[in-house]
């Protein structure tokens, strides 16, 4: 028969109870080491399993868009609202205090303007910039189709393997050149590109028919960008089509902060992306925080 102090013991050991493992909730990401896990489950809700990143990184190649003009009075009221703010670290380090604590996904391609070829982008961030910055992912224009397609795709396969080795992962923006057909079967190309090539989850338009399709056949998640603005309503509109369509959120600039009231359109936003509030819905909530 054990002693008593043998069965106290065996009971502070639970041996009887099995370690739980866990899936990861995001597609295709759980094959990933914990850091890249820790800093996706910083940007993308556990619960919802969805994001509402707010974008305001515009000004990287097209200097101070509307509503972008003075991000400490326009923009920082809305980082509580959001699950992660898209931007260079220009703005992180002059305007953005360091006591918040969002997650920050950091724009590291660029080297291009308005005035010129956009596609001809290189890598403007360090990795080290990236690690000082507690980052929690990087990302890269990716321009499908585009004059320097080679080279976009190149940045951002350069910054996968770079960021593998310290856990960051690395976000793939497909950009569409004016003279491109934005349907289907271009953005299932775009996606599927980056995700074959190793980015952990993508940016990409919304289209009105067979976006399931891209959705579906991009084995990581992807997120909506925004694009110009519309009319609040055809925008969560747009934004739960999106994420009934397989989206994993949003990832979205002048749709909000160029909104008549970015603080109520970003609530809205919140309530189609993570609680799957329908547009009339969302739009009531709109209205009645606007007013
Ligand atoms: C553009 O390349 C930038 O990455 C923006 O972050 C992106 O366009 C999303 O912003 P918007 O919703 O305004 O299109």
Same mark, same amino acid.
């Given at each position: /028969? ?25 597609? %295709?990401?759980?094959? +990933? ?14 619960? #919802?399993? !969805? ?18 003009? !003075? *991000?400490? &009075? ?10 992660? &703010? ?5 703005? &992180?380090?002059? *305007? ?16 291009? #303007? /308005? ?17 000082? +910055? ?10 499908? %189709? ?7 795709? *190149?940045? /951002?396969?350069? /910054?996968?393997?770079? %960021? ?68 609040? +309503? ?13 989206? #994993? ?6 749709? *909000?902060?160029? #909104? ?9 936003? !919140? ?17 009645? &925080?606007?007013?």
């Amino acid at each position: /028969m054990p002693d008593i102090d043998e069965i106290k013991e065996s009971k502070r050991f639970y041996s009887d109870i099995p370690y739980r493992t866990e899936g990861f909730f995001l597609k %295709g990401s759980n094959s +990933l080491d914990w850091g890249m896990k820790n800093r996706l489950a910083r940007i993308f809700n556990p619960k #919802s399993g !969805r994001t509402v990143m707010l974008a305001v990184d515009h000004g990287y190649f097209q200097g101070p868009t509307t509503g972008l003009e !003075r *991000i400490d &009075l326009n923009i920082l009221p809305l980082v509580p609202y959001a699950d992660t &703010l898209m931007l260079t670290r220009g703005i &992180l380090r002059s *305007i953005v205090p360091p006591s918040m604590t969002k997650s920050i996904v950091l724009r590291v391609s660029g080297g291009t #303007s /308005m005035l010129s070829e956009l596609s001809n982008e290189d890598i403007a961030v360090d990795i080290e910039e990236s690690i000082r +910055l507690n980052a929690c992912a990087m990302a890269v224009q990716v321009f499908i %189709g585009g004059e320097y397609e080679k080279e976009s795709i *190149i940045n /951002m396969t350069r /910054m996968v393997d770079i %960021g593998t080795r310290y856990g960051i992962p690395t976000l793939a923006v497909t950009a569409v050149g004016r003279d491109m057909n934005r349907d289907a079967r271009y953005f299932r190309l775009a996606t599927r590109i980056c995700a074959e090539l190793g980015a952990h989850y993508i940016k990409t338009y919304y289209i009105e028919k067979g976006f399931e399709t891209v959705t579906s056949s991009c084995p990581v998640p992807v997120v909506m960008a925004g694009g110009k603005k519309i009319p609040e +309503l055809d925008a969560l509109t747009m934004a739960y089509n999106a994420i009934q369509q397989g989206a #994993s959120g949003v990832d979205m600039g002048r749709n *909000i902060f160029q #909104s008549e009231s970015p603080t109520a359109m970003i609530q809205a936003v !919140r309530a189609v992306v993570h609680d799957n509030e329908t547009p009339e819905k969302a739009f009531d909530l709109y209205n009645t &925080l606007k007013n």
